[in-house]
């Protein structure tokens, strides 16, 4: 039958891409396969440099943390063992690791929005001033709670994917959530409430 040709019993073939999930492109990493590796860094780069970014405030710091966790992953990929989680958070707890490291090395950061290389700083400006009160106040809260707020409101983790991340317990990723929580809002409700600088008063011309 040629290529044209119709069958009563045939059904068109639908082409079907399979997905490779991250424990198969593990264990393909494993197997030495650079593709694979690629892979899982092309999944997981955004999510691990959004983190440290987040948990920083330095694009250089997050940029670090984020060649410093697939670095770690290549040497030790043995040291991640599937039946105790998912491999987000397992790369989110090394990232987390490197970020506390080097914050505590560095003691100083740039704060967002320095390097955020707008065309026209005009546009959205109004957002863009909201946006940074949030950060601010998120680096203004205590590492653990920030890093609770981050995991799980911003990343999206379950409380255990960060429980796992953060090598504690459920109960106490809720309670570190709870208070960061707290902190940010408080910290906003700060910022709202102070008063603006007051103007003279334009004066008559006679």
Known sequence: MGIGGRSGTSQPMMASTVIPSDH???RGMRAGEEEAFTALYRRWQGPVYRYALRVSGSPALAEDVTQEVFMALLRRSEGYDPSRGELSSYLHGIARNVARRRLERERSFLPLGEEAGNEDPLADLAQRERTDLVWEGLLSIALHYREAVVLCDLQGLSYEEAAMALGCAVGTVRSRLHRGREQ????????RTVPAAAEPAPRMVR
């Open 184 to 191: 940010l809002a408080a910290r906003l409700r700060a910022v």
């Open 24 to 26: 198969d492109l593990l």
